[in-house]
């Protein structure tokens, strides 16, 4: 019985590595694939509970800028401007490099190698792979759910969870472009207030 114990436990112990193996791969396929791009845009839908809206965002290294809704975020790789058109606001802040989330930093969005997450397959039908992604610091909570596409990489769907709280990001197109980011310039804001957290 015992020698039947070990064996069923080494069967898993070599899935779940294989697994783990599998998706790593992907996931260095996805930062190959993101890399290629170069400067990129992408244009997504993005829903959490019964509200919805479409985005856009622009990448060049570490600067961005994103437009949802009445919304734009600006940054040029250290400084984050988060401008909100209908209380004629802007926040200012440091940007964290370290963020994975696609509206605090698309820059990263879709990067997961190395040590920082945990990954595991979760599921494919041929064309996607689902990936789950925990973070290997036991302190940050959540589950991130990456699907792309099995053979090219490509970023199709991100899935943030934590507690009841559900995000989903479908990318709806996303292609290399020629040309910088849009820069936030305070003069364009004339008459918003800015509050400053740095």
Not at 186 to 196: L, N, P, T
Request: negative net charge; aromatic residues 10%.
């Amino acid at each position: 019985m015992r020698k039947i114990f070990l064996a069923c436990v080494a069967v898993m112990v070599a899935t779940v590595t294989m697994a783990d193996e599998r998706s790593e791969a992907m996931l260095r396929r996805v930062a190959e694939y993101v890399k290629a791009l170069g400067a990129y845009e992408a244009e997504f839908a993005v829903s959490a509970g019964e509200y919805s809206t479409t985005g856009r965002y622009v990448v060049d290294g570490d600067a961005y800028h994103i437009v949802v809704d009445r919304a734009e975020v600006y940054s040029d790789g250290r400084v984050r401007y988060e401008v909100d058109h209908e209380r004629q606001e802007i926040n200012v802040d440091e940007m964290d490099l370290k963020s994975r989330n696609i509206m605090d930093n698309p820059t990263r969005c879709f990067d997961f190698v190395g040590a920082e997450y945990r990954s595991e397959w979760v599921s494919e039908d041929g064309r996607v792979v689902t990936l789950h992604l925990r973070s290997a610091d036991e302190t940050v909570e959540g589950d991130i759910y990456l699907t792309v596409g099995q053979a090219s990489g490509q970023p199709e769907k991100i899935v943030y969870v934590l507690y009841d709280d559900r995000i989903e990001v479908d990318v709806k197109k996303i292609e290399s472009r020629k040309g910088g980011v849009k820069s936030f310039r305070e003069a364009d804001f004339r008459g918003y207030d800015i509050v400053d957290f740095r």
